[in-house]
């Protein structure tokens, strides 16, 4: 059982970390943005790829990992959002360019084999892979009956260090205001004489980069990298714990995080495996009925 | 008169002794010179399933490109279509009816993975068109194509060894060598290859005196399978089985490993290939399967095969090339002794249906033969991981 | 190409050997109408797999172990989607705008993972074999189907129902101190709505020879295609979803060339079409409904968007 807990611990930590990255554009930009799971597996794909197939050490590869996942921010912004704030579209016409760069991103890395054209990011194809043992020094301490594996544990502090300086900015820097302004109303923020599109770009940039970074960890925590870790794990996961957190709530995210990973294990033990994905989404459904803006969340406006 | 007298016996010569290299059928008393023959695969290209089927791909295209290098069969060139199901039943099922019925195949190949055919085999059947698969290995597939009804298949043949053949096999393998008393059973329950491979463990185990403690059950998308992982660990058995595919059992067997177990890992079909000896590293060391094919197989026919593919795509075969290539070679012997007419495709069908059962030809599996119920009649070979991405041969289990 | 030069060139043989992919149409498009009525009535639910599972599961199990016909095991599965509309329909209409999404696909994934994979009599994570399946018959009933459903829904929003939803969509406030029962009439639209889901669930089981709870069949993929389908073809005219759903079914085929790289030229589609034309290929008064407050918004009622 506290096995259990341990390891509800580890993977809470990394949904949180990726559910941070998502509720950020969707308290700045009031977006779901459905691209932030592939970003998420790129991340952990291109540090991958760097370690086994360019031969670069691990913490050159990582870093490229997230510099990448901070471009494909950039991509996401430039590609799915902006034109659509142009033309004055509807926030949901967002969800589906998002999908459509997230299909391109999942296909990119699916399709990726020794020789062809995307062969430079990734050659594994549609397989799932694993950083090898020795990647990174990875001690195992047994302490009574629990087993700890330095990787797992190293998630919870860096995943915490990046959730309170993402905190940080947001609350005390004048970055962090002027997002807030933007989050706030943008035709004020404009106003204002702030750069609106700027800022939206800085938050895009990011929450991808957060989302990297949970990819890459979870990928050499959990020992799993394919073109669908994303979709499998997080992407509808990442929805559970920003409604549960509150949606636009940072802290909110973080909690429900370790809340979900929680659930889940405790669901596991309690009603044994088959329980594990339901109960998450009558978690999800419960919250929505009874409290819609989490835990941490403001009171909905538009309430009737 | 002499010289065309001996010309003509020249070309019956050579004839026959091509005939005879392609090991199969009798004398060709037909000619398909001039004619074509159709026929289309439903492979996974895209999607989860593109792990097996592009190899499925290669092995189908380059027994076509041998053969119609050499002549055809009985003077006819084979034009195959690859067709992507992006690994989605629906689709799948689509695609066949497509190739079914406007390209008009003679036979169709696939589909890649159990959960499609299960939507397309029973297509097929109505529709009566002889469908060959070639990767899936799944209980049902053949002969009752229909479950839960249980009127035999006619039209649907499969060339991949299935678990209920390979499972057995293996686990009746490490009895005989270690015997085990105890074992947990990891499955992935909203997987059909694995849920079958599941059940076919839990009915053979009684057999040989392995006791089953647990079946722990999980689903196929969950990143952390460590709970699972410790409940099995923690029932301390001999043995745990692993019927899953895909990145599954590697992270089982290096999750067990890190909690300490020490015992035994035997798999079905999901352990053979060289991407998960690869990912299970050190960790899978010693895991034991049943394969359909081995790499270093010493069947004349296979080390040709080998030597082609490797000049071919600059990469070794592996068990699905082999079963892909295999499916050709027998689509190929069954068309030759048909006599097909080319000119009525039901009838034509149906004959190369009947001629499919009789088959009995060299091929990279070893001696290829079906059973009754459209089943492969192959050897077997035990194959044991050795931690460094490729198997060893711990037995050689010939057709009985 | 060649897919459409088939088309064209001979079509009584298109025809016959596409029927699975026209009906498959045909569903999508009848889906298409699900989701057109919740839209339309200023609900972004994303609850209509959920319902389809209802009346697949239903009437697959009906016809398994009590043999009854066909059109008995449909009207069950539909009943009893539209009941289980209204019972999730009663607490999360509340809900507004991205909260109702998540919710439902809250409702579709606990649906979906928490009870069809573990009650055995739906053969769990397998799912369901389907002998009575009529895949090269079944096409004739899937269309009647969709003409009927497209009239029905068609003289829906030309009627008093239809001027409610689209004053809910524009304005829920409003629409309420106008004296319009909004709580009423929103439920009505998530109900008859998962009726057509739960139709269309029961069809497309009457086609295939299997049910299975995958995330492609009944979980939050099958429902973003839905939503896509939607967005896509615009959703102010009840045609629209329907031609959003003829796309994205046909898409696979039209892009058949493309090969490997076919979901990047999906992706790639689907982004110009949603940024040269947000409101959609069948344009006409598009998605009003999810606009936080700060949003610009138009002087009048309905009016025509640009482009």
């Not at chain 1, 835990?295 to 309430?303: M, V, Y």
């Not at chain 2, 079914?100 to 159990?114: F, K, M, V, Y």
């Not at chain 2, 080998?306 to 069954?334: C, H, M, N, R, W």
Request: glycine share 12%.
């Amino acid at each position: 059982m506290d096995q259990q807990i341990l390891n509800a611990v580890f993977i809470g930590s990394i949904y949180a970390l990726f559910a941070v990255g998502y509720t950020l554009v969707f308290g700045v930009l009031d977006i779901l943005n459905l691209a932030h799971s592939a970003v998420f597996m790129f991340g952990a794909a291109i540090t991958y790829s760097l370690v086994i197939n360019h031969g670069q050490a691990f913490w050159v590869a990582c870093i490229v990992g997230i510099a990448a996942s901070a471009v494909l921010g950039l991509v996401i912004e430039h590609v799915c959002l902006r034109p659509l704030r142009r033309r004055r579209a509807p926030p949901i016409a967002a969800l589906i360019s998002t999908v459509g760069l997230a299909l391109i991103i999942v296909a990119v890395i699916e399709q990726g084999q020794k020789g062809s054209l995307f062969g430079w990011l990734w050659v594994d194809g549609a397989n799932s892979v694993a950083f090898p043992a020795g990647t990174i020094p990875n001690p195992t301490w047994h302490i009574g009956d629990l087993t700890l594996e330095a990787s797992k544990v190293a998630v919870i502090p860096i995943s915490v260090a990046l959730m309170l300086a993402l905190g940080y900015v947001i609350r005390y820097t004048q970055v962090g205001r002027a997002l807030r302004a933007v989050a706030e109303n943008p035709r004020a923020a404009r106003l204002m004489g702030l750069d609106v599109d700027r800022m939206i770009s800085l938050t895009v940039v990011i929450s991808s980069a957060l989302g990297g970074v949970a990819g890459i960890l979870f990928g050499v925590a959990l020992g799993d990298i394919s073109p669908y870790i994303g979709r499998d794990n997080v992407e509808v996961r990442g929805l559970a714990v920003i409604v549960l957190g509150g949606m636009g709530s940072i802290p909110g995210a973080v909690v429900g995080g370790y809340l979900l990973g929680l659930i889940e294990v405790l669901a596991v033990v309690a009603l044994g495996s088959g329980a594990r994905g339901g109960v998450a989404f009558a978690a999800l459904f419960l919250m929505l009925v009874l409290r819609p803006q989490g835990l941490f969340g403001a009171q909905l406006r538009e309430k009737i | 008169m002499k010289r065309l007298h001996l010309v003509s016996w020249l070309a019956a010569a050579l004839v026959v002794a091509a005939c005879g290299s392609t090991g199969g059928g009798g004398s060709n008393t037909n000619s398909y010179s001039g004619k074509t023959i159709k026929l289309g695969a439903i492979l996974s290209i895209t999607g989860a399933g593109g792990v097996y089927g592009p190899q499925s791909r290669d092995g189908a295209n380059l027994a076509v490109k041998q053969i119609n290098a050499s002549g055809g069969v009985n003077g006819a060139q084979i034009a195959l279509t690859i067709n992507d199901d992006a690994s989605d039943k629906a689709q799948s099922a689509q695609v066949a009816q497509k190739l079914i019925q406007q390209e008009q195949d003679l036979a169709l190949l696939g589909p890649t993975l159990s959960n499609s055919a299960v939507a397309v085999h029973p297509l097929a059947e109505s529709l009566k068109t002889p469908i060959l698969a070639v990767s899936t290995t799944g209980i049902h597939i053949v002969p009752d194509c229909n479950f839960p009804a249980t009127t035999p298949c006619k039209y649907v043949f499969r060339d991949s060894l299935g678990e209920e053949t390979a499972i057995p096999t293996n686990i009746k393998s490490y009895a005989e060598d270690k015997q085990p008393k105890t074992g947990v059973l990891l499955v992935a329950q909203d997987d059909k290859f694995s849920s079958d491979g599941g059940t076919i463990v839990q009915n053979t185990v009684a057999q040989y005196n392995v006791n089953l403690l647990k079946t722990i059950k999980f689903n196929k998308a969950e990143a952390d399978l460590s709970p699972y992982v410790t409940q099995a660990v923690q029932a301390k058995p001999d043995v745990i089985f692993i019927t899953s595919l895909g990145g599954i059992p590697a992270k089982i067997m290096t999750e067990a490993r890190k909690q300490g177990w020490q015992g035994q890992f035997l798999g079905g079909n999901g352990f053979n290939t060289a991407t998960v000896s690869a990912q299970a590293a050190g960790a899978g060391k010693g895991a034991r399967s049943a394969s359909a094919w081995y790499l270093g197989n010493t069947f004349a026919s296979n080390k040709d095969f080998v030597d082609a593919y490797k000049a071919e795509y600059s990469k070794d075969p592996d068990q699905f090339s082999a079963q892909g290539y295999t499916a050709i070679k027998i689509l190929a012997d069954a068309a030759k002794r048909a006599n097909l007419t080319f000119s009525d495709l039901a009838g034509d069908r149906d004959k190369l249906r009947t001629a499919m059962e009789s088959v009995n030809i060299q091929t990279p599996l070893g001696p290829f033969q079906f059973t009754s119920t459209h089943d492969v009649k192959q050897t077997v070979w035990v194959i044991a991981m050795d931690g460094a991405g490729g198997f060893t041969l711990v037995h050689e289990i010939k057709q009985s | 190409m060649d897919f459409f030069i088939q088309l064209f060139s001979d079509p009584v043989g298109f025809w016959n050997s596409h029927t699975l992919l026209i009906a498959q149409i045909g569903i999508n498009s009848i889906l298409a109408a699900s989701m057109f009525i919740v839209l339309y009535s200023g609900q972004l639910s994303l609850a209509a797999p959920g319902f389809m599972a209802i009346g697949a599961y239903t009437s697959v199990l009906m016809d398994q172990y009590w043999h009854t016909p066909l059109a008995l095991n449909i009207a069950t599965g539909v009943f009893l989607a539209g009941v289980l509309g209204l019972l999730v329909g009663l607490p999360v209409l509340r809900l507004r705008g991205v909260f109702l999404a998540i919710a439902t696909i809250g409702f579709i994934e606990a649906l979906r993972l928490g009870v069809i994979l573990n009650v055995p009599i739906t053969g769990e994570g397998l799912g369901l074999k389907n002998l009575s399946a009529d895949p090269l018959g079944g096409i004739y009933l899937v269309l009647v189907s969709l003409v009927g459903v497209l009239f029905v829904v068609w003289r829906l929003t030309k009627g008093r129902l239809g001027a409610a939803w689209a004053a809910i969509r524009q304005d829920e406030l409003a629409a309420l101190s106008q004296g319009i029962d909004v709580a009423r009439y929103k439920m009505i639209a998530f109900v008859l709505s998962a009726i057509l889901a739960g139709f269309a669930g029961a069809l497309e089981a009457h086609l295939n020879f299997f049910v299975d709870p995958g995330d492609a069949q009944y979980g939050v993929a099958r429902a973003v295609q839905i939503l896509t389908f939607a967005v896509l073809g615009g959703s102010g005219y009840v045609l629209g979803p329907v031609v959003g759903a003829l796309i994205i079914t046909l898409l696979p085929w039209i892009f058949q060339a493309q090969g490997i790289y076919i979901n990047i030229v999906t992706g790639v589609f689907l982004i110009a079409v949603i940024i040269f034309r947000p409101q959609g290929i069948v344009g006409r008064g598009g998605l009003a409904i999810i606009r936080p407050s700060w949003w610009p918004r138009r002087a009048g009622p309905s009016a025509a968007s640009p482009g």
